[in-house]
């Protein structure tokens, strides 16, 4: 089982930046796909991003080029820094191992809300 803890929500307007932190348990951090998953009331949850253990990155075609996913190995921490925000991306983001086909892992977090006002 993997703790997560998500931190670094909040408010701010239309075209500012945050920056996710995600710190996980255990030690099949450092060999896991780490992502990022976002949900909106009244939706369903989606991907955001992942990044593998090597480094490599991808992408929800919405945040390419604002989202930037990183992750600290040392840490157990995996990032998201989410810049030209837009009233849209308002949700709960939750991080998790990411497995084939983008299917997050069984255990979640509390997440963290972020919010965007117009």
């Known amino acids: 089982q993997v703790q997560l803890v998500e931190s670094g929500g909040g408010l701010v307007q239309a075209g500012g930046s945050l920056r996710l932190s995600c710190t996980a348990s255990?030690?099949?951090?450092?060999?896991?796909?780490m992502g990022w998953y976002r949900q909106a009331p009244g939706k369903q949850r989606e991907f955001v991003a992942r990044?593998?253990?090597?480094?490599?990155?991808s992408y929800a075609g919405s945040m390419k080029g604002r989202f930037t996913i990183s992750r600290d190995n040392a840490k157990n921490t995996v990032y998201l820094q989410m810049n030209s925000l837009k009233p849209e991306d308002t949700a709960v983001y939750y991080c998790?191992?990411?497995?084939?086909?983008?299917?997050?892992?069984?255990?979640w977090g509390q997440g963290t809300q972020v919010t965007v006002s117009s």
């Open positions: 998790n191992t990411v497995q084939s086909g983008l299917v997050p892992g069984n255990d």
């Open positions: 255990g030690s099949i951090f450092r060999f896991a796909t």
């Open positions: 990044i593998t253990n090597g480094g490599s990155t």
